[in-house]
């Protein structure tokens, strides 16, 4: 505001003879009042710094008492406030020296006979800003100052003074805008939210998803059973050993139940393969049509062309890799059928091979549905990034809450019937009988016995004194 003044006082546009004569001896009367004024801050700034530098050189008295400081009154906490407030009023010293010598310098352009031309003019609007500007500058180190002084007092004292500089500052220094200048600046900030929104959110929104699939691919390699997805494999690791074993009119058996489960899991992938495919084509065939199918009033984002096509890059490379992840499920399970009816494949290297190609098409079978998942959030991205973002986060939410298990324990039961019938055992009391005595045995021992919660097979394997147990009996 300082400066729109000033720059006001030199407008010598239609201005005659004798009104720039009125002008040029007024004009130095008033620079001359502020570099008085700048010359007498220097003055002060100059002499406080020399009274600091007294001060910290008298190192017996402190002429501010302990007692009355509340917070650390150590020596070198002591130097840096005087380094602080020295700096400072050396700051505001050099500020009013430069802006003194800016309004001498306009007050020679001004006293110029017939600087009147537009050049000189402009010289003089520059050297009264730099003036101005520089005298604002040593008012700013002056409040500095005042912060730094009330430090010497404590902590608290120097942060309520920085709160209510500010505070007073705030109400002086901004004017009060019109309205219509806000409508402005507000839809001006709104088109501009409106362009580069996409550039905030967007790799927001797919950082969110890396950094869940790398954490969990890292919880996949090092902790296998932590995750769904390993603690699966494993499952159908042991359903492929299962079904191999045994001998091989047992094992023709069990490998028409497998055919029938791989078959399923096969035309699952080929049906979402498929699917991926045509919705390829479906974007390419989109991507050639030169008209948008989303208005762009309902877009709230950027709409520019490219903008629009990388959206159907992104949304077309994520369903061409879950076609080609789910091309590679479908091969391994059907390769997985081939392994298990080979007649006579019970050997252990024969069941690995089984093994590894029903992991690996359930690997790339989680792979194109992740795939998947991203094609959503980007396919939402065509109605702008902020729906693209909710989605991410809603995504990762949702899928921390399916990929991670709470144990990685092999439970046999649920844990409400694990929970029941451990509270069952507590309150039974075991017994042997043995040539018509009864020994009881306490609770952990039982436990430690080798059975299956079978009586008779109890009775074959339980052995007492070198001698088998004619009886056991489990009686609340």
Not at 9 to 25: N, P, S
Not at 55 to 69: D, G, L, Q
Not at 422 to 431: G, K
Request: with cysteine; hydrophobic share 45%.
């Amino acid at each position: 505001m300082v400066n729109a003044l000033n720059s006001n006082l030199f407008t010598f546009d239609g201005c005659g003879t004798k009104m720039l004569q009125r002008m040029f001896l007024t004009a130095p009367a008033v620079i001359s009042s502020n570099t008085t004024a700048t010359i007498n801050l220097a003055s002060i700034s100059l002499t406080l710094c020399s009274l600091i530098e007294a001060w910290m050189a008298n190192s017996t008295n402190n002429f501010v008492p302990r007692e009355i400081i509340h917070g650390n009154t150590h020596r070198s906490i002591i130097s840096i406030k005087y380094i602080c407030l020295l700096t400072c009023f050396l700051l505001a010293f050099s500020c009013f020296v430069q802006s003194t010598r800016h309004f001498f310098h306009s007050n020679y352009l001004l006293s110029t006979v017939g600087a009147t031309m537009r050049i000189d003019v402009k010289k003089a609007k520059r050297a009264v800003q730099r003036g101005s500007e520089f005298w604002s500058l040593g008012l700013r180190a002056l409040y500095f100052v005042l912060n730094f002084l009330l430090w010497f007092f404590g902590a608290i004292p120097m942060l309520a003074s920085s709160s209510v500089t500010v505070l007073i500052l705030s109400c002086h220094e901004f004017k009060n805008p019109d309205t219509n200048q806000l409508r402005l600046e507000a839809m001006a900030f709104l088109h501009f939210l409106e362009e580069y929104l996409d550039v905030v959110l967007i790799p927001t929104g797919i950082l969110i998803m890396l950094i869940y699939h790398l954490f969990l691919l890292y919880k996949y390699i090092n902790h296998p059973l932590s995750t769904a997805i390993g603690s699966e494999n494993n499952d159908k690791k042991t359903w492929v050993g299962k079904i191999l074993h045994g001998k091989d009119v047992e094992v023709a058996k069990k490998v028409k139940t497998a055919i029938d489960v791989l078959s399923s899991n096969t035309s699952a992938t080929t049906t979402l393969a498929s699917i991926s495919l045509t919705l390829c084509s479906l974007i390419g065939a989109w991507m050639a049509n030169s008209n948008n199918f989303f208005p762009k009033e309902i877009i709230y984002g950027n709409t520019n062309p490219t903008t629009i096509s990388i959206k159907y890059i992104c949304l077309l490379t994520c369903f061409l890799l879950a076609f080609s992840c789910f091309v590679q499920s479908a091969r391994h399970f059907v390769h997985s059928n081939y392994l298990l009816t080979t007649p006579g494949a019970t050997a252990e290297s024969d069941v690995k091979k089984a093994k590894k190609a029903v992991q690996r098409g359930s690997e790339f079978w989680s792979l194109g549905l992740r795939a998947l998942y991203f094609a959503l959030n980007f396919l939402l991205w065509f109605f702008g990034p902020i729906p693209m973002f909710a989605s991410s986060v809603v995504t990762v939410v949702i899928l921390s809450c399916h990929d991670f298990k709470k144990s990685c324990g092999d439970q046999k039961w649920p844990a409400s019937a694990k929970a029941r019938s451990d509270h069952l055992l507590s309150n039974l009391r075991f017994s042997i009988i043995l040539k018509n005595e009864v020994t009881e045995l306490p609770t952990h021992v039982v436990h430690m016995l080798p059975f299956n919660r079978n009586l008779d097979a109890i009775n074959e394997k339980l052995t007492a004194g070198g001698k088998l147990a004619k009886k056991i009996s489990l009686s609340p």
